[in-house]
């Protein structure tokens, strides 16, 4: 485990991301400006790197480049592309946090090589069978110091399926990861089912409700049900792989399908279509707001060391708070609040 | 299984709704005046039946009461209500329907009981290992020789885990009943899954994706992700009742959170606050169309009799459509037709 560090550097995945790579360089610039505690590792192609670089402003002792030759497009099969690939820029860039050059790990690029890359070169925390694929969504409800309006949800699609283990591991890394990065002291965890009584569900969510229920380091919460994640009724909702990507896409659907339905019924109504239209840039706006991956990032957790998967169609606002969220991490050692989590 | 008869008689159990008998009786004697084909069977408390009839319009002749003298309540737990009440309305209209007094049942009362009597006095379909609860819900496509807006999801939580042999079960079942109800000659059928590609998944989907692929009787489509459920994508979306459930509950969900998110991150826009007010009589109508379970009520599909579980808060408007639905349901013998499907 990495100690706590006075200066952190984050390796930055330049290449695959949706916008390009002058994007997610153009976001460790402006890093480099706003935090003087963090050091950016930009990994990728050095001609086009020092290219994009030369066009903007940005503190050059706060960022340094390690060329790599080769990426991963974010429509290649990951397995394939990572062995055919090895100096891939996120590959070189998992090794170098792995071999101790950099803390922690952002990626925009492809979401399965990000997670492959971090198999092969990290190391699970001690108690943790499986990593998993958090993401943060906004809500209605505020939690925490900074009244933030998000929930977390894991696993997104790390894993397929979960034992009652891998669910009670999930419980305890969602928590600390939401204690250290929304500076919420004791985050409300639940468990997806398909009612709130112990013993609704699968057998492995009856056996970690059991489980979760008897660790009293955990504000385990008992059971939500699927209304209650877009409600935000509690601030962690664990649940396995399978079922966290249904959920986290039907999110994603939700904006679009709810003015399509109201166009569908209310056509005829002139009224109804005044408010529409005076609505459309708030829309706009509130469709920023669902699209939750530009807020930090969602981070891969129960590996040793940091990955902080930013969307892929990340501007460089987006790029730098991943760092941002990535440093915070580092800086309040997540991954040995886990552990000692786990050990309780 | 029940032939196809010239007149459809419906048992309704009129008790344990959220609007008392009184408004189960008023869309029975809505159905009596429209539907000529359709005799209502009654079954509840006689004198409070006898009342609520004596004070509204119906064709005597199209309704019959037979008295049950208890009822189990919303909140009883099913199991145990119906052991120690086996002469609760739901029991006695399921045990009239197995005994050829009534062709299908319909019930707006407690789900979990309606399910366990359709069990208990029901028979499987051969080939059916589990029942399934499904449930139509709109979306912005419309499909069918009705320009039909509205999907099937199934199973949303009669079964808890489905084995491959289950989900493709509930895929036929789903597939007639689209075909009868929404009068959709080849509805499009699809497993819902974590990415389209067809090892995508838990075992049991791969499984059912395989076995699907080879049943050319089915228009199957392959696998679909959670974007597609208010997409409506496919007419007919296949799941175990743990995630159909999960889902189900997200959907109900969307109108609240949307219309909240879009006050929280806007409540300093004067023009924000005033298309929302323009709208708001448009939301309600928009919340009432989301309750999709006004809409004909949601069958239990794999057993050799109908039963369609009206929403507990259904208005005498949707009884007497959910007894529309199960008369179609009879009279094009869906019980038959899933049975032949499978048979495939």
Known sequence: MVGKPQHITIAFDVMGSDHGPAEVVRGAAQLSLESPHIHALLVGDRPVIDEALAGIKHNGERISVHHAG?????DEKPGEALARKPESSVAVAARLVAEGEAHALVSAGNTGAGVLACKRH??????VRRAALATVYPTRGVRGAKQDPFSLILDVGATVEATA??????????????RIISRN?????????????PQKGPPRVVEAHQRLSQMPGLNFTGNVEGID???????????????????LKMLEGVHDTVMELAQYAYKESLRWRAGLAMLSSGIERLKDITDWEQYGG???LGFDRIFIKAHG????????NAGKVAAKAVANELGTAIQEGLAK
């Open 70 to 74: 080769d990426f991963v497009g974010m």
């Open 122 to 127: 990290f190391q699970l925390i001690p108690g």
């Open 165 to 178: 283990e891998d669910l009670v591991a999930f419980a305890v890394m969602g928590s600390a990861y939401a």
């Open 185 to 197: 002291e004791r985050p409300k965890v639940a468990l997806l089912s398909n009612g709130v009584e």
């Open 229 to 247: 994640i877009p409600r935000g009724t509690v601030d962690v909702i664990v649940t396995d792989g399978f079922v966290g990507n249904v959920c």
């Open 298 to 300: 969602a981070p891969i």
């Open 313 to 320: 169609r990340s501007r460089a606002r987006a790029i730098a």
